[in-house]
C-alpha cells in the first residue's frame, strides 16, 4: 500500500522545475554541501557518505551502501536511516535549483527490507514548483539501478534564506561553517546567483 496526503499534491498553478543554468553537467558528482553532515559528509564517521550525482533536467542519482552501524533489526537498515538517504537525495536536488531549501514534509513507503552490505540506488526528481514550495519524489533500489524498489518517498521542500541557518543553528558550528572558505563560496553563489 501507499499513498500521498494532500500537503504533497502539488496546487493549481504549480510549474514545472527549471534546472539553473550553472547546474552541474548531468553526471557529475556533487560532493557533500557540509562536511558534518550526516547524509553525505566525509567529516561524519558513521554517516551515510551518500554520493550524489547531477541528471538530466532536476534530477539525482546517488549510491549509499548499508554498514553494521546503520543497523534497527539485526543485519537489516533501520528505517530511520533509509528515509535520512532519501531525504538527503532529495535535499540534493535542490542545488541543480540554485535554491536553498529544508525538508517540511517527506513520506516514506518501505518496501522491502534492506539487508547490511546492500548498495541503496537512489534517484530523485523535482516534480513542480509552487511559490516556496517545491515538490519532489525518490525512490530507492537494490542491485543495480534496474532492481527492484525498496524504498520510496515524497516530499515538500521549502525554500528558506540562508539566515534560517544562521538565526537558528548552534553558534559554534555556523562560525566553523563561515570560516570554511569552500562553504562561503557557496553561500555566496546562493546569494549572488539566486
Ligand atoms: C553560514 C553557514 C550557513 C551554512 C549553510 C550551508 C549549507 C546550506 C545549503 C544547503 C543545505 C540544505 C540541504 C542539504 C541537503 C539535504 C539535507 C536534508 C534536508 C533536511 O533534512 S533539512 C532539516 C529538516 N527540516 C527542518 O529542519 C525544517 C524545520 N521547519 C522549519 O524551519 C519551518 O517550518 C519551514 C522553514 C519549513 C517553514 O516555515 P516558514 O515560517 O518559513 O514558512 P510557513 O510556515 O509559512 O510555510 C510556507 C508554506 O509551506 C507550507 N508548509 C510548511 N511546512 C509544511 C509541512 N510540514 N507540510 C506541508 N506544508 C508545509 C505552509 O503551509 C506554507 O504554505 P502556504 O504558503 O501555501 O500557506
Redesign the pocket.
Known amino acids: 500500500m501507499s499513498g500521498t496526503s494532500a500537503?504533497?499534491e502539488p496546487?493549481v498553478g504549480a510549474t514545472k522545475p527549471v534546472r539553473h543554468p550553472d547546474a552541474p553537467a548531468p553526471g557529475e558528482l556533487l560532493g557533500p554541501?557540509?562536511g558534518e553532515?550526516f547524509?553525505?559528509g566525509g567529516d561524519q564517521p558513521h554517516g551515510l557518505h551518500l554520493a550524489a550525482r547531477a541528471g538530466e533536467g532536476v534530477s539525482i542519482t546517488a549510491e549509499f551502501t548499508v554498514r553494521p552501524e546503520h543497523q534497527g533489526a539485526p543485519g537489516l537498515a533501520h528505517g530511520g536511516v533509509l528515509a535520512?538517504a532519501l531525504?538527503?537525495?532529495?535535499?540534493?536536488l535542490?542545488?541543480l535549483l540554485r535554491t536553498?531549501?529544508?525538508?517540511?514534509?517527506?513520506e516514506t513507503d518501505f518496501v522491502r527490507p534492506v539487508p547490511v552490505g546492500t548498495t541503496l540506488q537512489l534517484a530523485a526528481e523535482v516534480t513542480a514548483v509552487?511559490?516556496?514550495?517545491i515538490y519532489s519524489r525518490a525512490t530507492g533500489r537494490i542491485g543495480g539501478p534496474d532492481g527492484p524498489v525498496v524504498v520510496r518517498a515524497e516530499a515538500?521542500?521549502?525554500e528558506?534564506e540562508?539566515d534560517?541557518?544562521?538565526d537558528?543553528?548552534r553558534k559554534e558550528e555556523?562560525q566553523a561553517?563561515?570560516n570554511d572558505p569552500d562553504?562561503?563560496r557557496?553561500?555566496r553563489a546562493?546569494e549572488v546567483n539566486p
Open positions: 500537503a504533497l496546487p554541501h557540509y553532515c547524509g553525505c535520512t531525504d538527503e537525495t532529495l535535499g540534493s535542490n542545488w536553498i531549501a529544508v525538508t517540511g514534509r517527506l509552487a511559490g516556496r514550495k515538500l521542500f521549502i528558506v540562508v534560517h541557518f544562521i537558528h543553528g555556523i561553517a563561515m562553504q562561503i557557496r553561500v546562493f
